[in-house]
C-alpha cells in the first residue's frame, strides 16, 4: 500500500488519521510507538478502526467527526488518503469516494483547517490522484511547503502521496 510505505511515524508522537475506515493507518502508527486518533465521519468506521488497534494489542482514540468538526488538540502528524473521484452528486453512498468538484473540495476544506490542528513544524501527509483537477489541487497546496514521497500508477491514475507543513 502506497500511503503505509510512504509514512514515517515517530515514536511518541501525536497523530491523526482523518477519514480512518478500517484503520489500518492507525493501526499500523499506533505499533510504530505514535498516540494515534482515528477520525471518521462513519461511526461504524470509527468503530471498526478502534476494534482493529485492540485485537492487535494497541489503543487508538476515535472520534466520529466531518473532518475537524469535533477534533480537539494539536498534532505532529496529520494522515489523510480523501475521497478524491469528481463528482458533484450528493448521494451520501458517495461520501466514501466522492471528492467533490474537481475531486479536490475534500481535500481543500482539510487544508483550509488543518493548520489549527498541527503542532509547531507539524506535518501533514495526504493522497492526491490524477484523477483530480489538477489546477485546483495546485491552487489547494500553494500555501504549504510540499514534497512527493511517492508515486505509483494504477489501472487509469497515477497516486500520490505527499509530505506537506505550512509555510
Given amino acids: 500500500m502506497l500511503l503505509l510505505d510512504c509514512l514515517e511515524v515517530v515514536d511518541g508522537e501525536d497523530l491523526l488519521e482523518m477519514g480512518c475506515g478500517s484503520g489500518i493507518i492507525s493501526v499500523h502508527c499506533a505499533a510504530a510507538g505514535a498516540r494515534v486518533t482515528a477520525v471518521d465521519l462513519n461511526p461504524a468506521a470509527v468503530e471498526c478502526a478502534i476494534e482493529n488497534a485492540r485485537r492487535n494489542g494497541l489503543e487508538v482514540r476515535g472520534i466520529v467527526s466531518d473532518l475537524f468538526s469535533k477534533v480537539t488538540g494539536v498534532y505532529n502528524q496529520i494522515v489523510f488518503n480523501p475521497p478524491y473521484l469528481p463528482a458533484d452528486d450528493g448521494d451520501s453512498l458517495a461520501l466514501s469516494w466522492s471528492g467533490g468538484r474537481g475531486g479536490v473540495e475534500v481535500l481543500d476544506r482539510f487544508l483550509g483547517e488543518v493548520p489549527g490542528f498541527l503542532k509547531h513544524r507539524g506535518r501533514i501527509t495526504v493522497v492526491a490522484s490524477s484523477s483530480m483537477d489538477d489546477e485546483l489541487l495546485r491552487s489547494s497546496i500553494s500555501r504549504f511547503e510540499t514534497e ?9 491514475e497515477e497516486l500520490r502521496v505527499l509530505s506537506m507543513r505550512v509555510r
Avoid at 512527493?148 to 487509469?156: P, R, S, T
Fill in 148 to 156: 512527493i514521497l511517492g508515486k505509483k500508477h494504477i489501472f487509469f
